[in-house]
């Protein structure tokens, strides 16, 4: 039983294009994030949503759009993709303001 | 503003003990964080310390010191499977979890 698990594992796109990441959790978690790993492992949370609500949005490109159908599902779509946006984008998920968080296997975005 | 130090690189023999230090500057500090991330795949959560001390989980401790704004992870009995990137991470009054820079942890034989 996957608790937090993301598709697709591998993105590799052209230039321009657009593409959606989805995630879901089945811990009955409150609260989902995006977080964006770069080429350097540095980690930065780019969305926090909590029962569906955005709480924290940083300063990311709007052409990044989360949606959150209900409390168990965080997608993210991205329009219009940079060559800068290659990256793993994670997903995680946790109990309210918990810092225990549960995070997705990950998405490797190679934007060509 | 929030932000972590930690080393950016850090290596041991296995069987050995090390200590991977974390300096943090935040507003509103609730506790201190502790992620372990293998290569290729998820950080995942290894221990979290609110109180000043050493907490023990087999053979990973963490310690904060909230008044020196520091803490550190200590790895002891170093297996081979250690060898990851580890993170500290800090939370606060802004509801989201900030980490540092990652130190890469190498255990050789």
């Known amino acids: 039983d996957t608790a937090v698990s993301q598709t697709p594992k591998y993105l590799v796109t052209q230039m321009g294009n657009d593409k959606s990441i989805k995630c879901e959790q089945n811990l009955g978690h409150d609260t989902m994030y995006w977080y964006k790993q770069d080429s350097k492992k540095f980690l930065k949370i780019m969305f926090s949503y909590n029962n569906k609500e955005l709480i924290i949005n940083e300063t990311v490109p709007n052409r990044f759009s989360p949606k959150s159908p209900d409390k168990a599902h965080l997608n993210l779509h991205i329009n219009s993709l940079e060559l800068g946006d290659s990256a793993v984008y994670f997903c995680?998920?946790?109990?309210?303001?918990?810092?225990?968080?549960?995070f997705g296997s990950g998405t490797q975005l190679s934007v060509l | 503003g929030q932000s972590l130090e930690q080393p950016s690189e850090v290596t041991a023999v296995e069987g050995a003990i090390v200590q991977i230090n974390c300096t943090y500057q935040?507003?509103?500090?609730?506790?201190l964080s502790w992620y372990q991330q293998h290569d290729g795949g998820a950080p995942t959560f290894l221990s979290y310390n609110a109180l000043d001390g050493l907490e023990e989980t087999g053979r990973f401790s963490s310690f904060l010191s909230r008044s020196d704004s520091y803490g550190y992870l200590l790895l002891q009995e170093l297996q081979m499977k250690d060898s990851a990137s580890y993170f500290c991470?800090?939370?606060?009054?802004?509801?989201?979890?900030?980490f540092g820079t990652g130190t890469r942890l190498q255990v050789f034989p």
């Open positions: 935040t507003s509103g500090f609730y506790g």
């Open positions: 995680a998920s946790s109990v309210g303001g918990s810092e225990k968080l549960f």
């Open positions: 991470a800090v939370g606060g009054n802004t509801d989201k979890l900030i």
